[in-house]
């Protein structure tokens, strides 16, 4: 590069992007196959990639009263990782970010 040149700047990732190197990265990281990982890593991602996502955890009881937990990232209001029998869990109020 020149004096003054300005490096390449990378491309923004889609959605569909970064939830497919999500779901294949976590086949090869042990335990990053969990809903957690999974939607941490997709919610760093997407806002890295300049996309609005709100990382969501909710909470129910199964038949035996076992408390149960789920966590999933929605983007523009519809759900793009996790997406499993949402209507079960009660979600706990959104986690705010500090910068």
């Known amino acids: ?4 040149a300005k490096p390449p700047t990378a491309p923004q990732s889609s959605e569909e992007q970064v939830v ?8 090869f990281i ?3 196959n969990r ?3 999974r939607a941490m890593a997709a919610h760093v991602l997407l806002r ?3 996309h609005s996502s709100e990382l969501r955890i909710g909470v129910a009881l199964d038949e035996r009263k076992k408390l149960q937990a789920h966590a999933w ?3 523009r209001g519809k759900v793009i990782i996790g ?3 949402l209507g079960r869990y009660t979600p706990l109020p959104p986690i705010k ?3």
Do not use: Y
């Not at 497919?20 to 086949?27: D, P, Y």
């Open 1 to 4: 590069m020149g004096k003054g």
């Open 20 to 27: 497919w190197a999500v779901a294949r990265a976590s086949h």
């Open 30 to 32: 042990p335990g990053a």
């Open 35 to 37: 809903c957690l990982p």
């Open 48 to 50: 890295q990639a300049g």
């Open 73 to 75: 990232v929605e983007s």
């Open 83 to 85: 997406d499993t029998d």
């Open 97 to 99: 970010e500090t910068t």
